[in-house]
C-alpha cells in the first residue's frame, strides 16, 4: 500500500488502501476455511452464497503470507489469521522486534498465539571470497538499484539523513541504511545470529533475489550461502566445528605436532573462510 506508482496507476485513495485489503483478506480466509456457501455484504464487495470449487490441500487451509514494514493494523490482521509474516530489514524503519508485539496482539484478540515459526525476516546479500571483493562485484547494481526506488517515492528508505539527494548515496551506505550484507560468509553469519538475538527467534531469513550483478556471481553467493551459512544453522556442521575448536586447542597446548620434518604438509591449521573475511 506504499508504493506511489501502483496508487497512482490504479487510481486509489489513500483512506481506502488498508481498510480494502484487510476486508480482503478477511473474505478470503472465510472462503478458504468454509465447508458451505458464504455470503458477504462490506464496504468494498458484497456477494451472497459463494464458495470455492477446489478446497485447499492443507488442512485447514492453505497458508498465506503479507509483508508488513511497519503498519499496526496490517501486523494485528498478521497475528489474527495466523498469516505468515515477511518482515523487511531495514535500518530506517522501528526495528521487527517491535513490531512482534502488533502479531501478538492480533492473534490473541482472535484466541490464538502468535507463532514465531511464521516470521521470515528479508533482506539481500551477497557473498564472496572477501568483503572487498564483494562489495565490488554489485556496487554498480546497488546504485542502479537506489536510483529507481529513489525515482518512486522510496529514497526515505536510503537516506542517513533527511534531505539527502541520491547523488550522495554510495553502496556503502546504502546497505549500511538497508541492512543489507555484503561480505563473507562470516559476515552473513553473523548478521542471522545478532538477527536471532534481537528478536527472541524467527521462523527464517529470506533472501530477495537481485540483478546488480551477473548470473555466475549471484550463483557463487548462493553456492557459498548454502555452504558455509545454511549449516551453521541447520546444524548439520556442527560437530566438525566442536571437533575443530578441539583440534585448536590441543594444538595450542602442545599436544598435537604438525612438524614433518621439512617436508610438505597438507594439513590447514586455520579456517580458510574466516581469514578470509578477516
Same mark, same amino acid.
Given at each position: 500500500?506504499?508504493?506511489?506508482?501502483?496508487?497512482?496507476?490504479?487510481?486509489?485513495?489513500?483512506?481506502?488502501?488498508?481498510?480494502?485489503?484487510?476486508?480482503?483478506?478477511?473474505?478470503?480466509?472465510?472462503?478458504?476455511?468454509?465447508?458451505?456457501?458464504?455470503?458477504?455484504?462490506?464496504?468494498?464487495?458484497?456477494?451472497?452464497?459463494? #464458495?470455492?470449487?477446489?478446497?485447499s490441500y492443507q488442512n485447514p487451509r492453505l497458508p498465506l503470507a503479507m509483508p508488513s514494514a511497519a503498519t499496526p493494523a496490517n501486523l494485528e490482521l498478521i497475528g489474527k489469521h495466523d498469516m505468515i509474516w515477511m518482515s523487511p530489514a531495514d535500518?530506517?524503519?522501528? #526495528?521487527?522486534?517491535?513490531?512482534?508485539?502488533?502479531?501478538?496482539?492480533?492473534? /490473541?484478540?482472535?484466541?490464538? &498465539?502468535?507463532? /514465531?515459526?511464521?516470521?521470515?525476516?528479508?533482506?539481500?546479500?551477497?557473498?564472496?571470497?572477501?568483503?572487498?571483493?564483494?562489495?565490488? &562485484?554489485?556496487?554498480?547494481?546497488?546504485?542502479?538499484?537506489?536510483?529507481?526506488?529513489?525515482? =518512486?517515492?522510496?529514497?526515505?528508505?536510503?537516506?542517513?539523513?533527511?534531505?539527502?539527494?541520491?547523488?550522495?548515496?554510495?553502496?556503502?551506505?546504502?546497505?549500511?541504511?538497508?541492512?543489507?550484507?555484503?561480505?563473507?560468509?562470516?559476515?552473513?553469519?553473523?548478521? =542471522?545470529?545478532?538477527? =536471532?538475538?534481537?528478536?527472541?527467534?524467527?521462523?527464517?531469513?529470506?533472501?530477495?533475489?537481485?540483478?546488480?550483478?551477473?548470473?555466475?556471481?549471484?550463483?557463487?553467493?548462493?553456492?557459498?550461502?548454502? /555452504?558455509?551459512?545454511?549449516? /551453521?544453522?541447520?546444524?548439520?556442521?556442527? =560437530?566438525?566445528?566442536?571437533?575443530?575448536?578441539?583440534? #585448536?586447542?590441543?594444538?595450542?597446548?602442545?599436544?598435537?605436532?604438525?612438524?614433518?620434518?621439512?617436508?610438505?604438509?597438507?594439513?590447514?591449521?586455520h579456517r580458510p573462510m574466516r581469514d578470509a573475511a578477516e
Amino acid at each position: 500500500c506504499s508504493l506511489v506508482t501502483d496508487k497512482m496507476l490504479f487510481n486509489m485513495e489513500n483512506a481506502n488502501l488498508y481498510p480494502m485489503l484487510h476486508e480482503a483478506i478477511d473474505v478470503i480466509v472465510r472462503l478458504l476455511e468454509a465447508d458451505e456457501p458464504i455470503s458477504h455484504h462490506g464496504e468494498f464487495w458484497q456477494f451472497d452464497d459463494m #464458495q470455492l470449487q477446489l478446497r485447499s490441500y492443507q488442512n485447514p487451509r492453505l497458508p498465506l503470507a503479507m509483508p508488513s514494514a511497519a503498519t499496526p493494523a496490517n501486523l494485528e490482521l498478521i497475528g489474527k489469521h495466523d498469516m505468515i509474516w515477511m518482515s523487511p530489514a531495514d535500518k530506517t524503519r522501528i #526495528q521487527p522486534e517491535e513490531n512482534w508485539k502488533h502479531v501478538v496482539k492480533g492473534a /490473541r484478540a482472535a484466541g490464538r &498465539e502468535a507463532n /514465531r515459526d511464521n516470521w521470515r525476516i528479508a533482506t539481500y546479500m551477497h557473498i564472496a571470497e572477501t568483503r572487498e571483493q564483494a562489495m565490488e &562485484e554489485v556496487r554498480a547494481g546497488i546504485l542502479r538499484e537506489a536510483e529507481y526506488f529513489s525515482a =518512486v517515492g522510496l529514497r526515505g528508505h536510503f537516506q542517513q539523513h533527511e534531505g539527502q539527494t541520491f547523488e550522495d548515496f554510495t553502496a556503502e551506505s546504502c546497505a549500511e541504511m538497508r541492512d543489507w550484507v555484503i561480505g563473507t560468509p562470516d559476515d552473513a553469519i553473523a548478521w =542471522v545470529e545478532q538477527k =536471532v538475538a534481537a528478536t527472541g527467534g524467527f521462523g527464517g531469513l529470506m533472501l530477495t533475489a537481485h540483478e546488480w550483478c551477473d548470473f555466475q556471481k549471484i550463483s557463487r553467493s548462493m553456492e557459498m550461502f548454502s /555452504r558455509y551459512v545454511m549449516p /551453521r544453522f541447520t546444524g548439520h556442521n556442527a =560437530v566438525y566445528h566442536k571437533e575443530w575448536d578441539r583440534i #585448536q586447542a590441543l594444538t595450542e597446548d602442545g599436544k598435537i605436532a604438525y612438524d614433518t620434518g621439512g617436508k610438505p604438509s597438507n594439513l590447514l591449521t586455520h579456517r580458510p573462510m574466516r581469514d578470509a573475511a578477516e
